[in-house]
């Protein structure tokens, strides 16, 4: 994806600065997953976006927080949503000490995801 029509395939910064950095990788790959699913499953996003996420009301930073998956994928629509993000490894899940899933957004970049809500 990164060959702009050298030989060895190498990533510049100018080229890496044009594709939106890591942040804009990140974000179209989160809209292309999210595009590919059904408009009901696509309207559950701002509800797992704000399980995923604390907002400051002061400076309206957006900052990530892990959640248990019953909180985050309480619905069918919600639940594969979570599965094609986790598949997408946009999210991860982990089982925190006492075996519950706990999911949490992979990567900072997606952050901006949730503020645009």
Do not use: N, W
């Not at 060895?8 to 790959?29: C, D, K, P, Q, S």
């Not at 998956?69 to 999210?91: M, Q, W």
Request: hydrophobic residues 50%; negative net charge; glycine residues 6%.
């Amino acid at each position: 994806m990164y060959d702009a029509g050298c030989e060895r395939r190498v990533l510049t910064f100018a080229h890496y600065r044009a594709l939106g950095g890591l942040e804009g990788a990140i974000a179209r790959r989160a809209d292309e997953v999210v595009d590919l699913l059904a408009p009901e499953i696509q309207e559950a996003l701002p509800a797992v976006l704000d399980a995923l996420t604390t907002a400051s009301p002061s400076d309206e930073t957006v900052t990530a927080r892990p959640a248990l998956l019953t909180e985050v994928a309480g619905t069918p629509a919600r639940s594969a949503l979570v599965k094609a993000l986790i598949d997408a490894r946009l999210l991860v899940s982990d089982e925190d000490a006492g075996g519950h899933v706990v999911v949490r957004v992979a990567h900072e970049a997606l952050e901006p995801l949730a503020a645009r809500r």
